[in-house]
């Protein structure tokens, strides 16, 4: 047993703190593997690499990737959110030129000032 001296509120907070270690561990390998086979950058052995160092070095290659390939992790993420993005207007019929022409009609109806029509057009454009 872990802790010999029964179930006290140390030994609960213990199992706590492990328990959020572990699930924090599990949720960054998911994030970390689901952006390393996205990745066509590098080849088949590199990712058989980094996923033998995650596997291996538990959290210490957990840091490692998100130290050396932080920065294209993220600009990886805001393309595909940017893709998703443009998807979803190709799909639903998103028009900028539409969008507009619903702001101009807001501020002639007068449902929004100048400055909210001009902040929310610098938006769309």
């Known amino acids: ?6 179930y006290t509120y140390s030994n609960f907070l213990m199992n706590m703190i492990a328990i959020f270690a572990f699930v924090v561990w599990f949720w960054l390998l998911v994030i970390i593997y689901g952006d390393l086979f996205r990745r066509h950058d590098i080849s088949g052995w590199g990712k058989a690499l980094w996923v033998l160092a995650l596997v291996l070095t538990s ?15 993220a600009e990886r993420n805001a393309q595909q959110a940017q893709q998703a993005r443009d998807e979803l207007r190709r799909v639903v019929g998103y028009s900028t ?12 109806s007068g449902s929004i000032t100048d400055d909210e029509f001009r902040r929310l057009r610098a938006k769309l454009v």
């Open 97 to 108: 030129a539409d969008e507009i022409s619903k702001l101009d009609q807001l501020k002639k």
């Open 59 to 73: 959290y210490l290659g957990i840091f490692a990737y998100l130290i050396t390939q932080g920065r294209g992790m």
């Open 1 to 6: 047993m872990l802790f010999e001296g029964g």
